[in-house]
């Protein structure tokens, strides 16, 4: 631009399109309510029959918790623990929509299949959540006494 006379001039130009703005990555904030233990889900992953002591003939228990504004693939994991030692870890990655129930199962092997007796505790670690803990029981057997 060629300006040929003496003056003071303000000019308001653009060059090209305005920028497009850069969307923000969604943010969210996981939470989830306590763990349960059960010893079954129902087909839509509800908890049924819960309980922190289950009968010495238990085959399964389940472990979970309801999350709310659950990223998509966030990373968890869970912690099996039978008399403080770990005996099951998985670890998973969630598929669902923003709200559902993670959980995982604890089940005896072919070979044996009941629990064994004693003290439990589950742990949940959710990515971005701080890990929810279970505590839990399966009853010895006691054999009938003998009658006379």
């Not at 303000?10 to 010893?39: I, R």
């Not at 966030?74 to 870890?89: C, F, I, K, S």
């Not at 998973?92 to 709200?99: E, H, I, N, R, Y």
């Amino acid at each position: 631009m060629t300006l040929a006379a003496a003056g003071t001039w303000t000019l308001d130009f653009k060059v090209g399109e305005d920028p497009t703005p850069v969307p923000q990555p969604p943010t969210y904030a996981t939470h989830c309510d306590p763990l349960f233990t059960a010893a079954a889900l129902d087909p839509q992953n509800q908890p049924l029959l819960t309980t922190d002591r289950f009968q010495w003939y238990t085959q399964a228990v389940y472990v979970g918790a309801t999350c709310y504004d659950l990223p998509p693939a966030t990373p968890w994991l869970a912690r099996w623990y039978r008399q403080g030692v770990v005996v099951r870890e998985f670890e998973g990655l969630w598929g669902g929509s923003l709200t559902g129930i993670i959980w995982d199962s604890y089940a005896g092997s072919p070979e044996a299949p009941f629990l064994r007796s004693g003290t439990y505790s589950a742990t949940l670690a959710i990515s971005g959540t701080a890990p929810l803990t279970t505590t839990f029981s399966v009853i010895a057997y006691t054999p009938p006494a003998p009658t006379p």
